[in-house]
């Protein structure tokens, strides 16, 4: 994908084109097929090209219209291409040098402010009016792109990375509540907010306004509005979801260079890659596939009744039923997970909770690229789109019972329908228990900003799940406004050369997966979850992948590979006690962790290595090597 970017002084003094080109600079690694500035006056606009579709590869941007005295600039793939083309009367011999960015212009110019309404896939685009001194700028519904922004008193900037952003030398403010919410993985933390207090991410759904008088913020649209689909039979709800996701899936696949699929051992990149490879298979093509795998034996580590942690050999059967699949092992030999942590932070310049699996994602990419391929699938959205569980709430108590037992089901039950008060109550005495199960917060530090008030007042923490309504549990998942990790792997394929697409989070898929009445997620009689996705991939999928009940487990080697960087975490933890990092971690509850580690092999401590260790680890690295202001 490519990237954009822009400067506007709000005082009305010219942009300096040093400024536009340190910005330019910056995110060099967005454009490795060109890049373009344009300014006039108090604006620039920036574009960074990758062609990622044989169309883009006709894309100059930024563009001045005279006559309609604007600028635009645009990064864009746009899936109802076809659509628009006709719409806009588009004479075929010209659409295939009419790149996807043209289009949007096409519709903002017909529709204004609405377009992003008619607009379908992964973009983001800014207009500029001179005239009346007014930017516009939106993103898509839930695609995998990035946008980020900064204003103060004089000025307004925006960027695909803030790297742009930081360039133009804006200091940088510890938002420490962000912080807390992302060691103890409270996706509170997600949507506009940043770890600077100073900029901010436009949300997927999301547009706004920047004028001298204000600055606007809106969404565009709604997935809570998605009605309730009633339909004859189950059968009929697999035909549509078949429908539309095979759609999804083709769209993805317009690319001027080779496509590839990340493949585990599970459902949703399972089902990408079987419609994927069905798909190619009709023009004579194979499908590379990107399986990660432990270097060494976790087993021991992985709780082998509920999770497998080497998922080679049901990436192997999926390729071997789809008959044009080629399976590549990644095994990440080349680095650490210090390292690739260290990785993270260069690219999204702030922590992850997703700090253990840093390493693998980055070799993966890293081997993508090398073959030369230019677009790469994922599922990664699937868990509340196609292979939503369901919800227990959904389907008969004698199955709730069986399921979770008398005593957990009635329990449940009788707390979510406790007044609000009273659940607060109830659960807030557990928190800062739970706490030391998932983060290792100075004590001092989640005082200080009264942490536990914030919980106990906020619905959605995942330690403290009120939530039974099946469509309220998935919006704070899916909902426009709450996810980044979309934007996360906008930036890390940008960093690779890579333009990451995922089918199961488009519009179309999402809405129509919303709609489908949850009991049909969970089958009757056996109580087995994700069974729409289950039933829709028979034929598609071998059952030994469909049917099967465990889940992969991701870094399963984690402990083997610490170990073996055992004297870089012994340097990070002493250098941690006497630096800024003490402030905000609880360093004896690491290093409690780390001998845990290096002498235990089961599933819990490989778990508290990932979610305390090394989550607080990057959080630390993070800490005492960016310059932050107070």
Known sequence: MSGIFGLVNLNGEPVHPASLYAMQDAISFWGVDGQN??????????QLRLHDTPEACNERLPHWLPEQRLAFTAEARIDNRDELCDFFRIPHAERPTTPDSALI??????????????????????VWYPDEQRLF??????????????????????ASSRKALLALGVQRRLNEMYLAQVLIAWPAYHGERTIDLDIYRLPPAHAMTVTRQGTKVWRYWRLEDTPELHLPGFQDYIDGFLEVYTEAVRCRLRSQRPVGVTLSGGLDSGSVTALAARELQSQGKRLPAFTAVPMHDGTASANAAERFGDESELARATADFAENVDVNLTHSEE?????GIRRSLYIYDEPQFGAANAYWIWDLLTQVSKTGIGVLLTGQGGNATISWPGNDVSVSWRNRIARHGVLKTMRHVITQQLPSAWQRAFHGWQIEQRWQDHAALNPDFARRIALREAICTDKVHPLIDRISDPRERRYRIIKPGRSIISAWWAESGAATGLSVRDPTEDVRVMQYCLSIPDRFYRESSSHTDRWLIRSSMQGLLPDAVRLNQRRGRQSSDLLQRLRHDSEEVDRILAQAVHGRAAEYLDIARMKSVWHQAQTENSPEVRRLSSVILLRSIMAGIFLSDTALVN
């Open 37 to 46: 500035v344009w300014n006039d006056g108090a604006v620039g606009f920036g």
């Open 137 to 158: 700028l939106a993103r898509d519904h839930h695609g995998v792109t990035a946008l980020y922004y900064y204003q103060d008193a004089t000025r307004f900037a925006f």
């Open 105 to 126: 212009l096409q519709a903002y110019l017909k529709w204004g402010e609405a377009c992003p309404e008619y607009l379908l896939g992964d973009w983001s685009f800014a």
């Open 335 to 339: 680095i650490t997970p210090l390292a």
